[in-house]
């Protein structure tokens, strides 16, 4: 079936550093979403991408939706302490009829101040 | 700025008993979705709901598992009878439109014990 597969799992960096992580499939999206989720807490809607080579912005956020429309990344630079969290790419199975998300694992990042 | 509301934050129940979880998506958001984070996994997708009848639903969602819109605000997702591995954050989303962003409530954390 449909996955998504984030990378790195884990980010341990420095206050001010930039950050990169992605996310791959072996099939097709046409959507791809980027949450944050804090602990105990739901995922926040970061950045939406629509569109095959769309880069956008949200702030120090940065996201691309790949060629392929089988990658994204999303890059955040600067990193503050309240970066920290867990970041989901997310996508809607295309199996389905309602947009429903499928969700990547994952990528925890912590920063040292 | 308009957001998806959840109630309680947490529930705890025994085994074998109903619960039901409350959910007021945001009010001009056409479909509205049910999704589960067992500890430390990924978010995965229950059902989705438009026009007043389940549109999707996946394995998880089987037979102990109802959805309802009871009146014009609230969403509610009903577990007949639990079990222990029903423990989990359940997560309420909203979207405008079919293949729009889903804005995801705070969750409730349901313990079985």
């Known amino acids: 079936g449909q996955q998504l597969n984030q990378s790195p799992q884990s980010m341990f960096i420095q206050e001010g550093e930039d950050v990169s992580m992605n996310c791959t499939s072996s099939s097709i999206f046409n959507t791809w979403l980027w949450y944050k989720q804090d602990p105990g807490e739901g995922p926040v809607l970061l950045i939406a991408l629509y569109k095959a080579g769309e880069l956008t912005s949200n702030g120090r956020l940065t996201a691309q939706f790949g060629i392929t429309r089988k990658d994204s990344f999303l890059n955040i630079s600067a990193s503050i302490p309240s970066d920290v969290g867990i970041y989901f790419c997310?996508?809607?199975?295309?199996?389905?009829?309602?947009?429903?998300?499928?969700f990547g694992k994952g990528t925890k990042l912590s920063v040292k101040p | 700025e308009p957001e998806v509301t959840q109630t309680p934050s947490h529930q705890v129940t025994q085994m074998g008993q109903e619960v039901i979880l409350r959910c007021v998506p945001i009010?001009?958001?056409?479909?509205f979705y049910w999704y589960r984070q067992i500890l430390g996994q990924k978010v995965e997708f229950l059902v989705s709901f438009y026009n007043n009848e389940i549109s999707e639903k996946s394995e998880i969602f089987d037979d102990q598992f109802s959805v309802e819109r009871p009146d014009g605000s609230n969403f509610t997702l009903k577990i007949r009878s639990t079990k222990l591995e029903d423990s989990a954050m359940y997560f309420c989303?909203?979207?405008?439109?079919?293949?729009?962003?889903?804005?995801f409530g705070p969750g409730t954390r349901l313990t079985v014990l």
């Open positions: 997310a996508g809607p199975f295309e199996g389905g009829s309602q947009g429903n998300l499928i």
């Open positions: 009010s001009n958001h056409l479909y």
């Open positions: 989303a909203s979207s405008v439109g079919r293949r729009g962003e889903q804005f």
